[in-house]
């Protein structure tokens, strides 16, 4: 009987003097090191302000003249992404499947010199009152030519609370032809 009091005394004991344990795979990072290894490797720009403005060690190696290439190419020009060029031109919404989907028609209009697809609308619902209740986002299938729109009716958007009362749709991301 004495036997599992000193056991148990004996584990308790050694667990408050231990301090915790660590979990498995988890390394003890010592703060002070890393800040002395980081000041270490600084230059100090208080001593002497020209040796850290040239440091020499740190100079890239000389490539030779032969292997330098012997004409730079022009930066090009960045392209604005397409959806960019898209606007919705006209925007409504109504409920179906017993009120709990949201359809939405939309006009899209394509500025672009080009063609999109996969073009990406996220929609946002609220109350009557102005609060927000659901975010949904949909790719929108089939392509919009160059210069000109087209409508989609009755857009399955996907559920949305019972409550929501106006939508907003915006559009997020589109792919070039």
């Not at 000389?62 to 022009?74: N, R, S």
């Not at 992404?81 to 409504?92: D, E, M, R």
């Not at 990406?120 to 160059?146: K, N």
């Amino acid at each position: 009987m004495l036997l599992p009091v000193i056991a148990i005394t004996g584990l308790s004991a050694w667990t408050l003097v231990s301090g915790p344990i660590r979990a498995m795979g988890q390394s003890q990072i010592d703060l002070p090191l890393i800040v002395a290894a980081q000041d270490a490797a600084l230059p100090d720009t208080k001593a002497n302000p020209a040796e850290a403005a040239t440091p020499t060690e740190t100079a890239p190696p000389k490539v030779p003249e032969a292997a330098a290439p012997a004409t730079v190419p022009a930066a090009t020009a960045i392209e604005a992404p397409p959806v960019n060029g898209l606007k919705i031109a006209s925007q409504s919404w109504r409920r179906g499947g017993l009120g709990s989907k949201a359809l939405v028609t939309f006009t899209l209009r394509n500025n672009n010199d080009y063609a999109v697809k996969d073009i990406e609308i996220a929609c946002a619902f609220a109350r009557r009152d102005g609060s927000h209740l659901t975010d949904r986002t949909r790719i929108v299938p089939g392509t919009i030519e160059m210069k000109s729109r087209k409508t989609f009716a009755r857009l399955h958007v996907g559920f949305v609370n019972v409550n929501a009362n106006k939508a907003k749709c915006a559009l997020v991301a589109a792919n070039r032809i």
